[in-house]
């Protein structure tokens, strides 16, 4: 997907294929586009103008920027459940739901079976 913005100064940019850009000490940006060896510089104005270009962009739309801690709070209940989860697979014992499943499961698929075939009885 193409996005061609013009800056400016007049220098159309694709910003498909933005790398990266960084600013420089004497006041002007370099921009590393795919394919170029060396960066392209650009003047001061240009660099702030397409900065925020690549700002806007980096967000998806509907998309809401939290904070870590935002995110942790919002995060908590699923942690919570999954730390429950992790906690009975350590202990290792099935539930009883569980056991009970399986015996019933024994049971329907040696019923199905014919004599001196079955898997789990005999």
Do not use: W
Not at 74 to 102: H, T
Not at 103 to 115: C, G, L, N, T
């Amino acid at each position: 997907m193409t996005a061609i913005v013009e800056l400016s100064s007049g220098q159309m940019i694709d910003l498909s294929g933005c790398l990266a850009l960084s600013a420089s000490t004497d006041s002007q940006y370099q921009l590393f586009l795919k394919g170029f060896k060396q960066p392209i510089k650009l003047s001061e104005s240009d660099g702030l103008q397409l900065k925020e270009l690549l700002e806007e962009r980096s967000v998806p739309r509907g998309f809401v920027v939290r904070t870590v801690e935002e995110q942790q709070q919002i995060n908590q209940v699923a942690m919570e459940k999954l730390q429950v989860m992790i906690d009975r697979r350590e202990r290792g014992k099935p539930s009883a739901e569980a056991e009970k499943f399986f015996q019933d499961f024994q049971e329907i698929v040696d019923e199905h079976r014919p004599a001196g075939k079955k898997l789990f009885s005999e």
